[in-house]
């Protein structure tokens, strides 16, 4: 019965080690392969990639973005010493390869995702006009992950030198001149506070002193007040004479200037009626005016061919013109203005019609 | 007795005759106002006329070159559209309606009508001198140039296409054929001043000044009224050192000019400094006479 037990205890643990050992194996195959990822490929060159995966997710702002694609390393000679350098490969999902434009100044970086190993891209976005076209490489250098070795490292250091600091302190606050000095410094001090504490007492009397002043200002105000009650008589004497100074001022501009006031007001409302007058008389002649014009117009415009004339031809003041006279009624043509001759003929209208 | 009586009625039949005066037409006196540029009076009476004597190709026509003339291009259209429904094949219309449009930078429409006219209008230069002009205007010289030969060897007369096919020319800077043909157009029409002007201006951008003097003074003696004419003759007169008759013109132009030029002064005040210096010259001149060389002595005669 205990043999039966022991060997049913032992397929269990064998059948528990293989389902662990089952699943880790899925895991690593799963974080090793992922299903492929159509997008936009980039590569970066690092000098240390820090254990970076095949299938690591590239996150951009946080935000998972795509996948590393490829890890190649390659040997370079570097001031004459032979180095490693890897290029990572990554590929941004289609869904995100038009909104992510990665300008020339990115950097990448390896960032550990958990203390059980694995590990994300991270592209921290620069702030450069120019961006890097799909296919090409990061112009700068992708930035190595901060191991757990040397995390522990820098903290021990930083422990370390807290301790000397610490260490220093004791040394100083050891040493018995120091403390003297300081005990010397606080006597001092404590004797100044004492001055002062005395000074504030002398200050006493002087600051009694304030009292009175304000007292003898309210006396001051008292009397004001008695004066002014005494004088009353006088002030009331002195304000009525005032009084009656602006009445007659009022009086004089109530009368002769009152009048002058309306005399230019009639003046001004006699001008005013005249301009309607005015105004009446040329809207009602306007018409009347226009043609005025007009006739003086035409009359120059007459005297001044008539002039160009005579001057062409003397003999028309002797023998005339064998030309006929306009018709009676017949207005002379008046041209239109702003017609420019050259603008016309440049137009190419071709001419009116002679003939209905 | 008869023969007194044959005689005296002689007299009073041509008496008769010589006074009944030829009174115009309301259209013969709108065409009148329309050469005038007196655009408003020549509406009046062409509507007039349509009110009595009822519309026509020819009067829908003429309203349409006063409207056109005025710039008012949606009336010119209306009466343009108006007369092409007497007669959708008239090529003259069909022009001027198109010049229009191009006016209005309807440009597709102008080109449809321009060539619906080159297409009716077979004997005439003018459909082609029309598109030539469009072609003119969008650049295309090369193309311009060949319509514009074309249209004068279709019709080697039209005063109109050798009129266009200069400012062709001008427009080249090809100075000397430009005023060739403007000479050709004034010499088929010699009652445009605007063809005269056009020579002239060209003889002077040669610098040949007396053709250009010569040109000026015919186009002045058509136009008389335009002051331009006497300013650009005084700038050749100028040039040809004709102080006195150069001023003459100046003056003419500011008698035709309703306002004062200032541009017109200082070529005024230019042209009597040169007067001034030019008669300082002669007094000088007729100070200090050149001094006659010596006869040369001869050897003993």
């Known amino acids: 019965m205990r043999a039966r037990s022991r060997k049913s ?55 998972k973005v795509g996948k590393v694609d490829s890890i190649n390393a390659r040997p370079v000679v570097e001031g004459g010493r032979r180095t490693v350098e890897v290029e990572v490969g990554i590929v941004i999902d289609e869904n995100f390869a038009s909104i992510i434009e990665i300008p020339t100044d990115s950097q990448a970086q390896v960032q550990m995702s958990s203390f059980f190993g694995g590990s994300n891209l991270i592209v921290r976005l620069g702030k450069d006009r120019t961006m890097v076209k799909p296919g090409e490489r990061l112009p700068v250098e992708g930035k190595p992950p901060v191991g757990l070795n040397e995390l522990v490292e820098s903290a021990y250091a930083t422990i370390e030198k807290l301790r000397g600091g610490l260490d220093n302190l004791a040394t100083v606050l050891n040493d018995k001149s120091l403390t003297d000095s300081i005990r010397a410094s606080l006597l001092a ?39 002014i009650k005494t004088n009353n008589d006088n002030i009331t ?64 415009e007459s005297i001044r061919t008539f002039s160009k004339r005579i001057e062409a031809n ?43 | 007795m008869n ?51 009822g519309e026509t190709l020819t009067i829908c026509y003429n309203l349409g070159v006063c409207y056109q003339d005025l710039a008012q291009y949606d009336e ?10 007497y007669n959708p094949r008239d090529a003259r219309t069909l022009v001027n309606l198109a010049m229009v449009h191009i006016a209005q930078g309807r440009d597709v429409s102008a080109l449809s009508l321009l060539e619906r006219a080159v297409t009716y209008e077979t004997d005439r230069a003018y459909p082609l001198v029309a598109l030539a002009l469009f072609y003119q205007r969008q650049g295309q010289m090369a193309k311009a140039g060949e319509l514009y030969k074309k249209a004068t060897e279709r019709e080697s007369k039209s005063a109109y296409a050798w009129f266009h096919m200069a400012t062709w020319h001008e427009r080249d800077q090809r100075f000397g054929d430009a005023a060739q043909a403007y000479e050709k157009a004034a010499e088929l029409d010699d009652t445009d001043p605007v063809a005269f002007e056009g020579a002239a201006r060209c003889f002077a951008r040669l610098r040949n000044y007396s053709a250009a003097s010569r040109n000026y003074d015919f186009a002045i003696s058509l136009a008389p009224e335009r002051p331009s004419l006497y300013i650009e003759a005084a700038d050749v007169m100028i040039e040809q050192k004709r102080l006195e008759r150069a001023a003459q013109y100046l003056w003419i132009a500011r008698g035709l000019l309703p306002h004062e030029d200032t541009q017109l002064s200082d070529r005024l005040v230019k042209v009597y400094q040169l007067l001034a210096e030019q008669e300082q010259a002669a007094a000088d001149a007729r100070a200090n006479p050149p001094t006659v060389p010596p006869k040369p002595s001869g050897a003993g005669g």
């Open chain 2, 76 to 85: 010119a259209v209306v009466w343009y559209e108006r007369a092409l429904k």
């Open chain 1, 314 to 356: 003397p003999s028309l003041l002797i023998w005339g013109s064998s030309e006929p006279a306009p018709a009676a009624g017949e207005a002379a043509p008046r041209k239109t203005r702003n017609v420019d001759e050259w603008s016309l003929r440049q137009s190419g209208r071709l001419p009116r019609r002679e003939q209905d």
């Open chain 2, 3 to 53: 023969k007194v009586a044959l005689i005296l009625g002689f007299l009073v039949a041509a008496l008769a005759g010589g006074c009944a005066s030829y009174s115009p037409t309301k259209f013969e006196k709108a065409v009148k106002y329309l050469d005038e540029r007196d655009y408003t009076r020549a509406i009046e009476l062409f509507k007039e006329w349509r009110e009595a004597r």
């Open chain 1, 189 to 227: 001090l404590q004797s100044t506070l004492e001055q002062f504490d005395k000074g504030m007492k002398e200050m006493g009397p002087a600051l009694e002193k304030v009292g009175p002043t304000i007292t003898s200002a309210n006396a001051l105000l008292l009397e004001m007040r008695t004066l």
């Open chain 1, 9 to 63: 205890d032992l397929i269990t643990g064998v059948f528990g080690a293989a389902v662990i050992a089952a699943v880790a194996f899925i895991v690593l195959f799963l974080q090793a392969w992922g299903p492929p990822v159509r997008g936009v490929r980039y590569s970066i060159m690092f000098k240390d990639v820090g254990g970076l995966g095949g299938n690591s997710p590239v996150l951009i702002a946080g935000q």
């Open chain 1, 237 to 300: 004497g002195a304000l009525s004479h005032f009084n009656s100074a602006t009445r007659n001022a009022d009086a004089l501009l109530g009368g002769d200037v009152k009048f002058l006031v309306a005399d230019l007001r009639s003046i001004a409302d006699n001008m005013d009626k005249l301009v309607a007058n005015m105004n009446d008389l040329v809207l009602d002649n306007q018409g009347n005016i226009a043609v005025s014009m007009q006739n003086i117009r035409e009359s120059t």
